[in-house]
Structure formats: structure tokens, C-alpha cells
């Protein structure tokens, strides 16, 4: 590698990391109001939610749901749609009922 290519990369690299705690006169991180915010619960004695995740769906009732709206649609590619993405559920075999009726 090239000595001047080194260089300039090394400048950039140091040049990146001595960036950030040089503001100027009065400019603050822009996390600063959200650490502050934080804090502030913390010496009222309030306590922090942990962050949660929704709960995970039924998977059953997602497949039901699905069907249904094929059901509504009541297209051959909705149907298709349905079996080719749950093909081994129980309601599989009413989709292609469906089908078949639709085929007439």
C-alpha cells in the first residue's frame, strides 16, 4: 500500500473519532435530552419500564385469519396464495375445496 494512501485513510479514521467531542460552544450530543430524560425518573425514585415485546400471535388463529381472507376475496390466486403458504394446514383441504368449486 502507498504511504499518501495510509495517511489520508489514518486522517479519516482520527479525524471521525475526534469529531464527535469537539461541539461547538453550547451544541450537545444528540442523545444528550434523551439520557437527561432518563435520569431525571431515576432520582424521583420513579421506576423505568422495561422494554417490552408485543406477545406472539397464535399461529392457528394467524392461518384461520388468512383463509378467511381469501375466503372473502374468493379469487383462484387467493386460494392459491393460501395453499401454497400453508399447504399442510387442515384448512388446505378447504381452500382446494374452494377451488374446485370455483372451476365449475
Do not use: C, W
Request: aromatic share 4%; net charge neutral; glycine share 10%.
Amino acid at each position: 500500500m502507498k504511504r499518501g494512501a495510509l495517511s489520508a485513510g489514518l486522517i479519516g479514521v482520527l479525524a471521525t473519532f475526534a469529531g464527535s467531542d469537539h461541539l461547538s460552544n453550547g451544541e450537545q450530543p444528540a442523545m444528550f435530552g434523551k439520557a437527561k430524560a432518563d435520569d431525571g425518573r431515576k432520582e424521583s425514585g420513579e421506576a423505568g419500564r422495561a422494554p417490552s415485546m408485543p406477545i406472539a400471535r397464535d399461529p392457528a388463529v394467524a392461518v384461520a385469519e388468512e383463509y378467511e381472507a381469501a375466503r372473502r376475496k374468493g379469487t383462484r390466486e387467493a386460494f392459491e396464495l393460501f395453499i401454497a403458504r400453508h399447504g399442510d394446514d387442515p384448512l388446505a383441504e378447504q381452500a382446494r375445496a374452494e377451488l374446485k368449486h370455483l372451476s365449475r
